[in-house]
Nanobody, 123 residues
C-alpha cells in the first residue's frame, strides 16, 4: 500500500515536497515512480527512482527543477519540487513496480498505486 502526501497550494516559483510512504517489507526492491494527472489530460510520467536509489529518471519538463530520492529505512520516496509553474498543477500519484529500463515512464510497468495528492500552482 502506498500513501502519497505533501500536496497543496503554492505560488509560482515556490516549492513543495511530496512524500510516498509504503507498507510492506519488500519496498526496497521496487522502483518507485511519480506520475501526475492534470484536469482533462492523461496521466503522465514525472520521475522514477530505482530500488537502490542510484538511478533516477525525469521527464524533460521537470528535469533540473524536481528531485526524486528515497529512504529505504523509512519506506519513503520523496519528490522535491522547486521553481514550480502553473503547468505543474495536477494530482500527483506515486507507484511501485519493476519496469524494465525502456518502460520506466510507462504506467503499465507499475503494479501498486497511491491515492494521489493534489498540487495547485497559482500564477
Amino acid at each position: 500500500q502506498l500513501q502519497a502526501s505533501g500536496g497543496g497550494l503554492v505560488q509560482s516559483t515556490g516549492s513543495l515536497r511530496l512524500s510516498c510512504v509504503a507498507s510492506g517489507a519488500t519496498f526496497s526492491s521496487y522502483t518507485i515512480g511519480w506520475f501526475r494527472e492534470a484536469p482533462g489530460k492523461e496521466r503522465e510520467f514525472v520521475a522514477t527512482i530505482r530500488s537502490s536509489g542510484g538511478n533516477t529518471y525525469y521527464t524533460d519538463s521537470v528535469r533540473g527543477r524536481f528531485t526524486i530520492s528515497r529512504d529505504n529505512r523509512k519506506n519513503t520516496v520523496y519528490l522535491q519540487m522547486n521553481s514550480l509553474k502553473p503547468e505543474d498543477t495536477a494530482v500527483y500519484y506515486c507507484a511501485a513496480g519493476r519496469p524494465i529500463l525502456s518502460a520506466v515512464a510507462d504506467t503499465n510497468g507499475y503494479y501498486y498505486w497511491g491515492q494521489g495528492t493534489k498540487v495547485t500552482v497559482s500564477s
